[in-house]
């Protein structure tokens, strides 16, 4: 196998360190904007595939074809983002005789769509949110699917995620305004401005079940996290186990992850998350078909390396291992984003100047920075993952305060005071928080204006 990294940053750097160690050649591919970036020195090629613009450089499918061919690689990994759950994509891999280390894109394309995924969850036999049964282009049948499911509720983009064409609706004369301006941000980030309407379970927490797939008959449960701090429906912290989980609620996940594998002969890695009420009972949200940001929060746990299960599976061969894995301690991912989280987390580039993330023991840091280096404007945020393990949870909050306590980004804001406080803080130290956290503790975390205090 000869691996090309179809994505930049820190996933790049984190995929070719797995292909290294296990002897498997790199290219990478890189925008003018990264050509200085350590995934272009770090592998044995690379290929500048357009300009800074994504939609001209990594998302050129075209251009990623091509670099491939011309270097002779057989096998692309899209890491997430990007290419990574663009079914087209996936096709022209094998047009081409690459193997894309991804699942099918047939079932790609299924679980793109919020809508089908939401009927094939059915189907499984999982528990799903009311709302619409299908696609919502007109604003009089979104407002008969609300009342149906009863306020408040979300408008979500059929077509994406992250947050994206996403709107909380309190009631029926929000709806106009909310429909309208959900519906052109999913067609201006996705190109399809159908949305769907789901309803909003208050208090919340937002829980997802790692799972690994060889298309052979083999699945293994890697183990859950727990996602609940989030920004615009976008998580900040993540951790695993998920803390003061039932032990029902737990095997329920589990058993419902498996059952969906078994049911939609899903193949690679991939993440089912779902919603988890005050009571235990849990909901399916959506299964997210690639590598996620918070993986190494799983790994830590569980002792494997998904990327290499990936490619072992791309490879046509059985898991490691199958059934589901105890964890082992406790793991805390922290996002370090180029974010001013003062002015509503808005977006920084920029020239850094002391870049120093943590080390010592338990710590694990995945990046693509370096005192000096340069964070562009035209991508995510994420520069880097501030990841920690201890034996249980409260010495991995322990660890991780000691950790962000270390760290200095000199030259851009970035997130690392609020992770602090928040690691500081005895609604996070409990393991008792849901979706609300940061609103519901903006007035006591001074990165968001507030007056401190816990």
């Given at each position: ?231 615009r429906h976008q998580k900040v912290v993540e951790e695993g186990p998920a803390p003061n989980l039932l ?23 991939g993440t089912l998350e779902f919603l988890v009420d005050a009571a235990g009972d849990f909901y399916f ?48 991912e922290c996002r370090v984003n180029a974010e001013d989280p003062a002015f509503d987390f808005r977006p ?107």
């Open positions: 196998m000869k691996l090309l990294v179809a994505n930049r940053g820190e996933i790049a750097v984190r995929v070719i360190r797995t292909a290294r160690e296990l002897g498997i050649p790199t290219v990478a591919v890189y925008s003018t904007a990264d050509a200085q970036t350590p995934a272009v020195e770090m592998a044995d090629e690379a290929v500048c595939i357009g300009p800074p613009p994504a939609r001209e450089s990594y998302l050129d499918v075209r251009n990623v074809i091509g670099a491939a061919e011309v270097t002779g690689c057989d096998a692309v990994h899209p890491g997430y983002g990007f290419l990574s759950e663009n079914p087209e994509f996936a096709t022209e891999c094998a047009r081409n005789g690459i193997r894309f280390v991804g699942p099918a894109p047939e079932v790609m394309q299924r679980m793109g769509d919020k809508i089908e995924a939401k009927r094939a969850a059915v189907e499984a036999g999982l528990p799903v949110l009311g709302g619409s049964d299908g696609p919502v282009t007109d604003l009089e049948i979104a407002r008969a699917a609300a009342e149906s499911a009863g306020y408040p509720v979300l408008l979500k983009a059929s077509a994406g995620g992250g947050g994206r064409g996403m709107r909380r609706v309190e009631g029926p004369d929000e709806l106009d305004r909310a429909f309208e301006n959900a519906a052109q941000e999913a067609l201006a980030a996705f190109g399809d401005g159908s949305l769907y309407v789901e309803k909003l379970l208050e208090g919340a927490r937002h829980v997802e079940v790692q799972v690994l797939a060889d298309g052979l008959g083999g699945v293994l449960i890697v183990g859950d996290r727990e996602c609940s701090i989030q920004r032990d029902s609620t737990r095997e329920g996940l589990h058993a419902a992850a498996e059952r969906a594998c078994r049911a939609w002969g899903y193949k690679s890695a949200l959506e299964l997210n078909a690639r590598l996620q940001v918070e993986h190494p929060v799983t790994e830590l746990v569980s002792g494997m390396d998904i990327v290499a299960e990936q490619l072992r599976i791309a490879d046509g061969q059985v898991l490691s291992r199958t059934g589901r894995i105890a964890p082992n301690g406790h793991a805390i920084a580039a920029g020239r850094l100047g002391t870049f120093h993330l943590a080390a010592g023991p338990g710590v694990r840091v995945d990046t693509f920075c370096r005192s000096g280096g340069y964070v562009p404007p035209y991508y995510d945020s994420l520069i880097a993952k501030l990841c920690v393990w201890a034996p249980d949870r409260p010495r991995a909050v322990a660890r991780m305060r000691r950790a962000l306590g270390e760290s200095v980004v000199e030259g851009v804001p970035t997130t690392l005071p609020l992770l602090e406080e928040i690691s500081q803080e005895e609604v996070f130290i409990s393991g008792r928080y849901t979706t609300s956290y940061l609103v519901e503790r903006a007035a006591h975390l001074p990165s968001l204006g507030g007056g401190g205090g816990r």
